[in-house]
């Protein structure tokens, strides 16, 4: 099960943390991460791999005055 947080609005950004449990692959991960960038606009800010091998990515997308449409709003 994926976490997923409150945005963070930072200047011209909007950031989210997901949390990625352990028992996900890198390859389901990286398939995970391309779906919301591909179609949320989201992109890789930073990613810390934890000893228990959970996952806390930060994704940013520049704000817009329109969201957009995609799996985390």
């Known amino acids: 099960m994926t ?10 950004w909007e950031y ?3 949390q990625l449990p ?3 692959s890198r390859r389901a991960a990286a ?3 391309s779906i919301h960038a591909e ?8 990613v810390r791999l934890y000893s228990d091998g959970t ?5 940013r997308r520049k ?10 709003t």
């Open 3 to 12: 976490v997923v947080d409150e945005a963070v609005v930072e200047g011209d």
């Open 31 to 33: 398939t995970q991460l």
């Open 63 to 72: 704000r817009s005055a329109t969201p957009l449409p995609g799996l985390i």
């Open 39 to 46: 179609f949320a606009g989201w992109e890789l800010s930073t």
């Open 22 to 24: 352990p028992g996900v």
């Open 16 to 18: 989210r943390r997901l």
């Open 55 to 59: 996952r806390r990515v930060w994704l």
